[in-house]
T-cell receptor, first 113, second 114 residues
């Protein structure tokens, strides 16, 4: 398996634009996690899915953020409209269960100007 | 909810020395404690984990200890090498919220000088 795949690797956009981040988890993993990493807040969980169903979205900052998982091999994190404070590295991770190893993707570095 | 504190934030050692990173957690129901290593430009990668029915676990130069009574767990790296330089994160599995999710510490930047 190629591991968790994320795209794009880098995204630069202007304030107010819509941003869509994509993730392909490892085949067979039932759990998918979206994290955001910043210097100020560290690594924080935004939302996670179990068998394509959102389980806990308490970490989603506000209504501008939304996430979907239409099937077992694809998930998106959307920010609309984007703001400069959304600039961060966004990671997708997948695992068999929350208490097993989470495999992280390479991340998407988002810069909102 | 679960709160994980990690110290120190930076750690500089000479090659061959030992390095120790300490974490505390607040949720007494937590039962899974992984450690992740993050190299520059990459996602975190699991290096070792421990479950609450075990007090210590070792894997070559890396060991983790857990004190459930004190809610402390620590990462020990012996005979450090320059390639150990990275950011290390501890985490605890929060279970008292009804959901199971990892809460990460703030990270320790380890620099191993040749």
């Amino acid at each position: 398996d190629a591991g968790v795949i994320q795209s794009p690797r880098h995204e630069v956009t202007e304030m107010g634009q819509e941003v869509t981040l994509r993730c392909k988890p490892i085949s067979g993993h039932d759990y998918l996690f979206w994290y955001r990493q910043t210097m100020m807040r560290g690594l924080e969980l935004l939302i996670y899915f179990n068998n394509n169903v959102p389980i806990d979205d308490s970490g989603m900052p506000e209504d501008r953020f939304s996430a979907k998982m239409p099937n077992a091999s694809f998930s998106t994190l959307k920010i609309q409209p984007s703001e400069p404070r959304d600039s961060a590295v966004y990671f997708c991770a997948s695992s068999f269960t929350p208490s097993n190893e989470q495999f992280f993707g390479p991340g998407t570095r988002l810069t909102v100007l | 909810g679960e709160n994980v504190e990690q110290h120190p934030s930076t750690l500089s050692v000479q090659e061959g020395d030992s390095a120790v990173i300490k974490c505390t957690y607040s949720d007494s129901a937590s039962n899974y404690f992984p450690w992740y290593k993050q190299e520059l430009g990459k996602g975190p990668q699991l290096i070792i984990d421990i479950r609450s029915n075990v007090g210590e676990k070792k894997d070559q130069r890396i060991a983790v200890t857990l004190n459930k009574t004190a809610k402390h767990f620590s990462l020990h790296i012996t005979e450090t090498q320059p390639e150990d330089s990275a950011v290390y994160f501890c985490a605890a599995l929060a279970v008292n919220t009804g959901f199971q999710k990892l809460v990460f510490g703030t990270g320790t930047r380890l620099l191993v000088s040749p």
